[in-house]
């Protein structure tokens, strides 16, 4: 049983510590649009579309879906270390 625990124990970790990484990574990148003012005129222009049609918007809401994904994985690589450790109590 301690090898099963082991392998399920690594396996915790390295998924929830990329799942971390790639999911702070992208939420950055999520942010990034709505940090950096951009060109004035493209701004005017842009303002006139109704919110869901706005590039910034769209570019937003995909990445943080995205990080979100990222961040439930992290969440499961938890689970398999949780279960690891019930497997050597």
Not at 46 to 54: H, I, S, Y
């Amino acid at each position: 049983m301690s090898a099963a625990a082991l392998v399920l124990f690594t396996c915790g970790l390295v998924l929830a510590r990329i799942g971390l990484v790639r999911g702070y990574a992208v939420a950055r990148q999520a942010i990034a649009p709505l940090v950096h003012q951009g060109d004035p005129t493209r701004a005017a222009i842009e303002a006139l579309r109704p919110l869901p049609f706005r590039p910034k918007v769209r570019t937003v809401v995909v990445r943080a879906v995205i990080a979100i994904g990222w961040l439930a994985i992290s969440l499961y690589g938890l689970y398999f270390v949780v279960r690891a450790l019930t497997l050597l109590a």
